[in-house]
């Protein structure tokens, strides 16, 4: 009986932390549609940005101890991990995510930007809901997944959160802020910092923000490494 308990506990944290994983590679890295904190801190420059990707880091430390535990839990056991109880935990993380997250906390929602944030929310907490009532349903039948196989998937989507992020790129030049703004409107881009002659110019076009700048005669210049070195805003 303790080892089914056991076994059953360590499904659960690893379905939990798979829901994290997912939520964290997948809708704050690939799609970018929220970060952790994007109700609670804007966007807009590049070390608000930074900010966002070290709560994002937090978060996916976070599901590391998590998934550590549910493995610890499996260390030396017999037996496969129940799939009732993987699924359980899956869809548990989705519904805690939405009620304490999104709508009692504010961290942030599901599409951001959205203009009907709160339908994005919903199928997301239905997502929850169904994996759940499926978890409750395997629990009847004696499904399992094998510890081997399931462990390795769980470390590889886990190492997913190491990929970079997609998004704009950063590109810096020396210059005057009267011709950064020009550059800025020429070249379609978002300036993410200017100070100390030096400006810092987001875009999703980057060989379109080199010839206006080019154009322009600007000088290019290394990103700063740190968020504040040179940038007042933007």
């Known amino acids: 009986m303790a080892d089914r308990a056991r076994r059953a506990w ?14 964290g590679i997948l809708l704050h890295q690939v799609l970018q549609w929220h970060h952790l904190l994007s109700g609670w801190i804007p966007g807009g420059t590049l070390d608000l940005e930074r900010l966002q990707v070290w709560w994002d880091g937090l978060f996916h430390a976070a599901h590391y101890l998590v998934l550590a535990l549910g493995l610890a839990l499996l260390w030396g056991g017999g037996g496969a991990i129940p799939a009732g109880w993987f699924a359980i935990g899956f869809g548990a993380w989705h519904v805690l995510d939405a009620v304490v997250n999104h709508w009692a906390l504010g961290l942030h929602r599901i599409r951001q930007d959205s203009p009907q944030p709160l339908l994005w929310d919903l199928v997301f907490f239905a997502l929850g809901l169904a994996a759940i009532g499926l978890g409750t349903a395997w629990r009847r039948r004696p499904a399992g997944l094998a510890r081997g196989p399931a462990a390795l998937v769980l470390l590889l989507a886990a190492g997913g959160a190491a990929l970079p992020a997609r998004g704009p790129a950063f590109l810096a030049y020396a210059m005057p802020a009267e011709q950064a703004v020009l550059l800025a409107a020429m070249a379609d881009a978002r300036l993410a910092g200017l100070g100390d002659g030096l400006a810092v110019l987001a875009t999703a076009d980057a060989p379109r923000l080199r010839r206006a700048a080019l154009a322009l005669g600007a000088r290019p210049a290394p990103v700063p490494l740190l968020p504040g070195q040179c940038l007042t805003g933007g």
């Not at 499904?11 to 939520?23: I, K, M, V």
């Open 10 to 23: 360590a499904a659960g944290l690893l379905g939990f932390a798979l829901g994290g994983f997912l939520d």
